[in-house]
């Protein structure tokens, strides 16, 4: 299945269920005197530290993984307010067909223009009076269909807010460049210096998708760094590095290049595969994606006049309906 891609790449991180927080943590450090974040090179005499970052973004699901040399300026002003919000946005309609949770505890995409819905709640029943095992609720209007029944298959076309493209990008290499070992990242100080000047330099290359159906079929929240084997050295048309993360349903992989890597004419990138039978669609960082389409199989009940009675209470109680 991925015999070209083993040919040329070694796995050099591979860490599992990132999401499970009934294990230790993972802190990642570097052999250094003194406390140095990675990304602006400033030490800890010039920046305040938190004691651990995320090396995935919490968002994907990690409670287990970080990084000390990521300073607090780098993680909030950088990182935090500007990349971090165009991952959240571009994945929440992942994050919603696999239910992967992040901080909260809750998932909803809203429209407070048409009233369209969609809310999970990963403990708390959403209509207890009504339902109190019910966790998910779906609201649409008709005109809207943005969600539509048939042949007890449910689809739903989810709406992105709106994000840059270039900083999804750099979402996902910044998580690349905070997993390369210490002893390789002087091989990527362009990417690097890119950084301290905020992105948006750094020719924007391809990602790929791959989308598994199933129940959790990538087991949790799981990240993965590849490195072109040193034998391999003359294919300078595959790049050094490939990162992989997965959650839920789905994993996002992009090539993360070296220095001298950068605006080489037929630059090609291969990618990893997890199932056979899955599904592998391109990533486009120039241009924003504003829908993403899933379709459930769903069984379907007619409630009968009470039930419709005591749902609309319900929904009117906790504000869902006017």
Request: aromatic share 12%; hydrophobic share 35%; charged share 30%.
């Amino acid at each position: 299945m991925n015999e070209a891609f083993d040919f040329l790449y070694d796995c050099i991180e591979d860490l599992h269920q990132l999401n499970d927080t009934t294990q230790e943590h993972i802190i990642l450090s570097e052999p250094l005197s003194k406390r140095l974040c990675r990304f602006c090179a400033k030490s800890i005499d010039e920046v305040s530290f938190r004691d651990n970052t995320h090396v995935v973004s919490e968002t994907l699901g990690n409670k287990r993984l970080f990084s000390k040399y990521e300073c607090s300026r780098c993680n909030k002003e950088i990182f935090g307010s500007k990349f971090e919000d165009a991952l959240g946005k571009y994945v929440l309609p992942l994050k919603l067909i696999s239910e992967v949770y992040g901080k909260k505890t809750s998932l909803t995409d809203k429209d407070l223009r048409t009233g369209h819905r969609i809310e999970y709640r990963k403990n708390d029943p959403i209509l207890p009076e009504f339902d109190g095992d019910a966790r998910k609720l779906i609201i649409d209007r008709i005109d809207e269909k943005r969600v539509t029944v048939d042949n007890n298959e449910m689809t739903i076309q989810y709406k992105r807010q709106r994000y840059n493209p270039v900083d999804l990008y750099y979402a996902l290499l910044k998580m690349a460049i905070t997993l390369v070992p210490f002893q390789e990242i002087e091989r990527f100080m362009s990417t690097l210096i890119v950084f301290q000047a905020g992105g948006h330099e750094i020719e924007i290359d391809r990602g790929v998708m791959e989308f598994q159906p199933g129940f959790n079929p990538f087991n949790g929240t799981n990240v993965q760094l590849f490195r072109r084997k040193q034998q391999q050295i003359s294919e300078i048309n595959y790049p050094y590095m490939v990162f992989k993360v997965s959650f839920g349903n789905f994993s996002i992989q992009i090539p993360v290049l070296a220095d001298g890597e950068f605006n080489r004419e037929n630059q090609s990138f291969k990618w990893h595969r997890s199932f056979g039978d899955s599904l592998i669609r391109e990533i486009d960082f120039e241009n924003m994606e504003p829908y993403y389409t899933a379709v459930f199989s769903v069984l379907q009940k007619e409630l009968d006049e009470d039930e419709k009675r005591m749902l609309e209470e319900a929904l009117k109680k906790y504000g869902y309906l006017r």
